[in-house]
């Protein structure tokens, strides 16, 4: 059994150890910095860890792409349109990050001189950073000791310790087991490196233990079940929430609408939506009286904390005053995903 079976013990090198697989083994990202190297521009940390918040690096990295070179620094990015920039994140999800991304933006440069601010403290002060984003820009960008806990590491902990809580309810021991590993030096490069750990090795199912550079200090693979940590009690199913999406068109122009600026998807552009009830409605909430004919196929998404499905309504009108977007053109307008699934349909059966 590896020393650190009774809880809270530290596995004695493991920081070392890890560092000596990270040299080799990093990921390459575009913010990121090699292994060692000085810290990347603390623009870019910042604009990446605001886009990986719930969101996987695949699906990341071309929207950074996108963002720095439109976007380079604080002072460009506080400056932008936000109808501009909300159009620039459509897909990306949780748009509520991409409001919190213009407001933090702004205080920068309103209240710092256009740079980051070093310390956590400091940087939870800020719009759309929390506890984890903090210490993961502090540690990355700046090389502060800080305990960098997101859900690889979490993973990694968990089995490392095999804490038995179930995962909800082991947040803060989880920390403050993660703590206890914590370098003071290399900082960034360590939290990078349970990051790496926990996606390329230490993966949710079939962790490849035989590939991890600490598997000898691990209590879960002592015991042969790595796979049964972290604890997760079974998840209650997601309500139901059902709506309706139309399609009014007008000489090859469809209309769109902005979201109200709170709430779910707010100020983002989209098809006119009936509310998200829990009782099918076909065509009420129509945003005007048409002849609306109902589609045979409906739109599902799921979105954090309930599903919803969404019958299709559409109807040529008349010119009348709106945004008229053409159909031809519709990718520009930055549709959030759901709204983009239902436009492919209409598009498709017109």
Known sequence: MPDNASRGVAPSGIGDELLRWY????????WRAPPGAPPMDPYRVWLSEIMLQQTQVASARPYFEKFVARWPDFASLAAADEAELMAAWAGLGYYARARNLMACAQAVVAHHGGRLPDSEGALRALPGIGDYTAAAIAAIAFGRRATVVDANVERVVTRLFAVEADLREAKAEIRALADTITPDLRAGDFAQAMMDLGSLVCTARDPKCGRCPISAHCAAYALGSPADYPRKARKRPKPQRYGTIFWAE??????????PAKGLLGGMRALPSSDWTQVPRDSA?????AHWELLDETVAHGFTHFNLELALARSEVPAQEGEWWPIDQLESAGLPTVFAKAAAVFRRVR
Do not use: E, K, Y
């Open 285 to 289: 909430g129509a945003p005007f009286a």
């Open 23 to 30: 040299d080799i083994h990093a990921r390459t990202l575009p």
């Open 250 to 259: 007008c000489g090859g122009r469809v209309l769109l609408v902005r979201r």
